[in-house]
């Protein structure tokens, strides 16, 4: 062993770390054989007693009891400390409860106030208040039965508006040759004539009656009757849209 | 109290953090002393050494849960803590590095005559009053190598996990220390006369 690998082993020699036998026998080996080593391992040796006595008088140090009292003191109070957020969670949660409450009140609120202000297509269920107004009416009091003496069924009449409205599954059943008298304008009309295969129930939905003019033999595609010597003239119809848009019913209007 | 004696430092502090406040007595009494001697040795001050073992437990209170037990023993842990607040106060307090070469404050040295023998000269007190002051000067990457392996007789793993760097570095940082003590605690003239020696050495090494 050289100076320079001695070096790199003479703290650890010192130290009495664990170190391979030959490696250990060598360097002692060296420290017999050059005396500058040999003074540098002993002051080694003499560092490491330094120290180990420097470990052994705070070896019995400890820290006051004072810091144990505070550090159990404090202990105590976060542990008295950790309930306080399960009543902040339970005014979250009933803040949570209050507002979908609130909510939902709203929601309700909206709906009752749309139900009892809804139109109302029947007749029968408007009450006694709006049966004077459609006496004072000159035009429904004039016109009660259609044309061909077919009585017109209450639940066909047509309100003034052209708003979306509800329809009677049994107006699209009727035959398609039935007409129906428009009290306010005084027209007549045919029963609605399905566009579609569609489902009469899909009509419950609601929809949009849009007023158009057809050329006349459009009437022939459903099935109606034609006056030749009208037959440039065009007809006027109403059709059904669907809330999606769809025209799904058609009745000619006179 | 007995039967939780033997639980270990993870077991002790995994009740502790149930909120277990025997728990924290034992694992405070077990790990406290350590820590302390650890910061004192650092920092060479009481009241820097008392506050950083009531923060060190104080964060195990608050922190506990980042301790990964697969990583390394919770005193390694502990070091590794009261090794960042004793240097954090160590910067505030601006104690850092008191004593160096060019310090004016005289190091009692291990070699009071030149007899072989030195350390029969001086008293006991004394020699262990030098090796404080001597490790006290030492830069803080030396110092708590010294403080760690040589006076708390952690392993070099163990300083390794709680330096946060390889057992190589731990090593070397250690050889280089012991070598700073040494230059330290020689007296002047000699010092001079193993300051040329060293070089000489050097150049044979070269």
Same mark, same amino acid.
Not at chain 2, 63 to 68: A, L, N, P, S, T
């Given at each position: 062993m050289n100076c320079q690998k001695f070096e790199t082993v003479v703290s650890e020699l010192a130290r009495g770390q664990m170190m391979a036998a030959a490696l250990r026998g060598e360097a002692l080996a060296h420290i017999d054989a050059c005396d500058d080593c040999a003074l540098r391992f002993r002051d080694e040796q003499m560092l490491t007693r330094g120290l180990h006595s420097l470990a052994a008088e705070m070896d019995s140090l400890e820290a006051p009891a004072m810091i144990e009292a505070n550090v159990l003191m404090a202990f105590r109070a976060r542990n008295a400390v950790v309930p306080a957020p399960v009543p902040q969670r339970r005014s979250h949660s009933a803040y949570w409860l209050a507002a979908v409450a609130a909510m939902l009140l709203l929601a309700i609120s909206v709906f009752v106030f749309r139900w009892t202000n809804r139109p109302v297509a029947d007749p029968r269920n408007?009450?006694?208040?709006?049966e004077p107004q459609r006496k004072s009416q000159p035009v429904e009091q004039a016109t009660p039965q259609f044309a061909n003496n077919v009585p017109v069924p209450?639940?066909?009449?047509?309100?003034?508006?052209?708003k979306p409205r509800r329809m009677q599954p049994a107006s699209l059943s009727r035959p398609a040759n039935n007409q129906v008298a428009n009290?306010?304008?005084n027209e007549i009309a045919t029963d609605f004539i399905p566009l579609?295969?569609?489902?009469?129930?899909?009509?419950?939905d609601g929809g949009q009656i849009v007023r158009v003019q057809l050329p006349r033999s459009a009437l022939v595609n459903f099935g109606l009757p034609v006056n030749m010597d009208r037959y440039n003239e065009k007809v006027k119809a109403d059709v059904l849209f669907g809330v999606d848009g769809t025209a799904r019913a058609i009745r000619f209007v006179q | 109290m007995n039967l939780k004696n033997d639980l270990s430092d993870t077991e002790l502090l995994r009740s502790m953090l149930a909120g277990d406040d025997e728990a924290l007595t034992l694992l405070y009494r077990r790990r406290q002393a350590g820590v302390y001697r650890f910061a004192l040795q650092m920092s060479g001050s009481k009241p820097i050494a008392e506050d950083v073992t009531q923060e060190v437990f104080l964060f195990l209170m608050r *922190?506990?849960?980042?301790?990964?037990p697969t990583r390394g023993s919770l005193s390694a842990f502990l070091f590794g803590v009261a090794r960042n607040f004793v240097l954090r106060r160590l910067r505030v307090e601006q104690?850092?590095?008191?004593?160096?070469? *060019?310090?004016d404050e005289e190091i009692p040295s +291990?070699?009071?005559?030149?007899?072989?023998?030195?350390l029969e000269d001086l008293t006991r007190a004394e020699t262990i009053d030098s090796v404080r002051k001597a490790v006290l000067s030492l830069p803080a990457k030396y110092r708590e190598v010294v403080v760690l392996c *040589? +006076?708390?007789?952690?392993?070099y793993g163990e300083t390794a996990e709680i330096l946060g760097c390889a057992i190589g570095t731990v090593r070397s940082r250690l050889h280089r220390a012991r070598a700073l003590l040494l230059a330290k605690l020689r007296p002047v003239g000699e010092f001079e006369e193993a300051g040329s020696a060293s070089v000489k050495s050097a150049r044979c090494f070269a």
């Open positions: 408007a009450g006694n208040q709006e209450e639940d066909e009449f047509v309100p003034q508006r052209r009290h306010v304008t579609s295969y569609m489902n009469a129930a899909s009509l419950q | *922190e506990g849960h980042v301790f990964d104690l850092l590095a008191p004593l160096n070469d *060019e310090s +291990l070699h009071a005559t030149a007899d072989l023998c030195p *040589e +006076l708390q007789d952690v392993s």
